[in-house]
């Protein structure tokens, strides 16, 4: 476990930005709730009418007037995007930072193998997801007691989960590539984590483009079908999981056999 | 046995060659030299040996072992020095130092000190903060710390200033004499000739020799050099006993290679004033490898 105490202590800082910066936007975004709560029927409406780009954005299932609502949309998108980014830049650097750093030189020679190196980086990046999210969760808690509000804690619960996998699944997927290059890599993660959002977008608009909810994690965190359904979407989910647990695989299998240079 | 087996070892990059047919051994308890100028193809050998390169072809064994196998075993019993140590920038030496030892599941706080206050090394700097040389004090204090069987050290002195690399040569010559293996490559001559006992010269990715110090110095030729007052003959130059030539005032170099007496009826003429007769050194051998293809090296 020396190398995931490693990388979670290498990652703390950035960590505590993300956490701290989620957590802020989400905190501001209840906070206004109250006195937006009674524009909100004005507002459903014209986001009701606004056609194509409500339903992008999954406004068109979804009642702005309530709190689950209102907190799907608006703390959705900034723990989608932030996480999404951070899940990014976390995966597409895990491997890569080694080479451009030319610290693979000190620690591949040591006696561990690169499956260990490997797994013990992807352990890390997932406890550091379960952190800023069991962190924003509390955020999110403490404001809304603060605001009076009673979430529904079970939808609360599964919106949250899907977050997490998501941030996963972006996770595992960058992690993936992160195997085959060297460096320049963050310019490579954040254009995965926007295609993967704007996908999610395109997938929303029309049905000829469903397809796309079977590319993008983005797919699982369908607030409007968490709340109608109470449940994740299982296809989009499980389809999701076994693409960024293959292209993970891909790239240690890679990374196994690949010339440090 | 040996410590580090290789045998038609090569590398290719792309089409490109990066070794080809390397093969030689270090004995355990040896001191060895791998000599060879920038490019030659030395780090890529010793890169394939720590596993950090995949072979295009050929055997690469530690202690009997294949390096592609086993590796976590493996590599617990020995100490490396890349040739440009870089570690994490943000990370104080204690700390590096520590996380090195703890990935060897080993407890070398002991050593570690030790090894700190002989190299004068300050443990409470950031890695970011250090030039190369202190890079390469927590490089040499990484690999030494676990008190390793075998050292495998790629150019380890380069950066270290002289006192420092007179320190580094002490640590590894009680670590020799205590049983340990050392490979160290370089291409600083006068290191190798002083502290190794075997050494292999490598050349475009190929070996040209690999045997030991004493025999890779020893020709049958030998060093002249001689002071003398009188005004050199003519003949002297024409000798075809006489190789590389030098002159300088009223100093006089050369290579001889033919009869002792010969060489004493030559100086007899000359009025000299100082001589001596040595074997070349091996900055003399390496140039000859250098200069030629290497197949010349009996006419030396």
């Given at each position: 476990m020396t190398l995931f105490k490693h990388e979670l202590k290498a990652g703390c800082v950035s960590l505590i930005a993300w956490t701290a910066s989620i957590s802020a936007l989400i905190s501001v975004c209840i906070f206004i709730y109250p006195q937006m709560k009674n524009q909100m029927v004005d507002i459903s409406k014209a986001f009701s009418d606004m056609g194509s780009f409500s339903s992008a954005f999954g406004m068109d299932k979804i009642n702005f007037g309530d709190f689950m609502g209102y907190f799907s949309i608006e703390c959705g998108n900034v723990l989608g995007l932030g996480g999404a980014f951070f899940a990014a830049l976390l995966g597409i650097t895990a491997l890569s930072k080694e080479e451009s750093g030319h610290t693979a030189d000190f620690l591949l020679?040591?006696?561990?193998s690169r499956l260990t190196v490997l797994l013990q980086k992807l352990t890390a990046g997932i406890c550091q997801f379960v952190l800023l999210d069991a962190v924003v969760l509390s955020a999110i808690i403490i404001c809304c007691a603060a605001v009076g509000e009673k979430p529904d804690m079970g939808l609360f619960m599964l919106i949250m989960m899907s977050y997490l996998i998501m941030q996963i699944d972006i996770f595992c997927i960058c992690f993936g590539i992160s195997a085959f290059i060297g460096n320049k890599s963050i310019g490579i993660g954040l254009g995965v984590a926007v295609s993967l959002y704007f996908l999610n977008l395109i997938s929303n608009l029309t049905d000829k483009a469903e397809f796309l909810k079977f590319i993008t994690p983005f797919s699982c965190t369908d607030c409007g079908y968490i709340l109608e359904n109470r449940c994740v979407n299982m296809k989009y989910l499980i389809v999701g999981i076994a693409v960024s647990v293959m292209l993970a695989s891909v790239g240690a299998l890679w990374y196994n056999n690949k010339d440090i240079s | 046995m040996n410590a580090v087996t290789v045998r038609n070892l090569s590398k290719y990059y792309g089409k490109s060659l990066g070794i080809k047919s390397v093969s030689f051994d270090v004995k355990e308890g040896d001191f060895f030299g791998f000599i060879g100028p920038n490019g030659a193809g030395k780090s890529t050998t010793i890169r394939i040996l720590m596993g950090l390169i995949s072979r295009s072809g050929g055997e690469a064994m530690l202690f009997g072992n294949?390096?592609?196998?086993?590796k976590s075993r493996l590599y617990s019993d020995i100490g490396y020095m890349p040739s440009e140590p870089l570690f994490y920038g943000n990370m104080r030496v204690g700390e590096l130092l520590k996380l090195s030892a703890r990935l060897r599941k080993a407890d070398c706080d002991k050593e570690a000190k030790l090894l700190c206050e002989r190299l004068k090394l300050?443990?409470?700097?950031?890695?970011?903060?250090?030039s190369l040389g202190n890079r390469k004090k927590v490089s040499i204090v990484c690999a030494m710390q676990h008190n390793p069987k075998l050292y495998i050290l790629d150019e380890p002195t380069s950066g270290l200033d002289p006192l420092m690399q007179h320190e580094f040569y002490s640590l590894l010559e009680e670590k020799n004499k205590v049983g340990a293996t050392i490979l160290l490559s370089s291409h600083v001559l006068i290191e190798v000739q002083k502290y190794c006992k075997n050494a292999a010269i490598i050349r475009n990715g190929s070996i040209l020799v690999s045997d030991s110090i004493e025999n890779l110095g020893h020709t049958e030729a030998k060093r002249v050099s001689l002071k003398c007052n009188s005004v050199f003959d003519e003949s002297l130059y024409k000798c075809r006993s006489i190789k590389d030539f030098s002159k300088s005032g009223d100093c006089l170099s050369f290579l001889y290679k033919g009869s002792p007496n010969e060489l004493i009826s030559v100086l007899s003429a000359l009025d000299v004033e100082d001589l001596s007769i040595t074997e070349p050194d091996l900055d003399e051998v390496f140039m000859h490898y250098y200069s030629s293809d290497g197949s010349e090296r009996k006419s030396l």
């Open positions: 020679t040591h006696p561990i | 294949d390096v592609s196998k086993n300050d443990t409470s700097k950031r890695i970011s903060q250090l």
